[in-house]
């Protein structure tokens, strides 16, 4: 997993078509905003448990597992 530090304002660029922006932070919570191709699904990680089921989202280190190239 890649963990990056953001203030407001300040973006990271995933594959050169999404842009993610951190728009406001409040106390605990961050707002981020996306721009992303329209065939590009976006959506908050319980909706998309709500839509593909439960189990449907890899774990961080499945994630990560999937990332890193056979040794």
């Known amino acids: 997993m890649l963990?990056?530090?953001r203030k407001k304002n300040?973006?990271?660029i995933i594959n050169n078509d999404?842009?993610?922006t951190v728009i406001e932070?409040?106390?605990?919570k961050v707002r981020l905003g996306i721009?992303?191709?329209k065939d590009v699904p976006v959506h908050r990680e319980e909706v998309y448990?709500?839509?593909h089921g439960p189990g449907?989202?890899?774990s961080a280190t499945a994630r990560q597992q999937e990332q890193q190239p056979p040794r």
């Open 18 to 20: 999404i842009v993610i």
């Open 3 to 5: 963990v990056l530090s």
């Open 56 to 58: 449907s989202v890899p």
């Open 25 to 28: 932070i409040r106390g605990d």
């Open 10 to 12: 300040e973006s990271v």
């Open 49 to 51: 448990v709500a839509i």
């Open 35 to 37: 721009v992303a191709p």
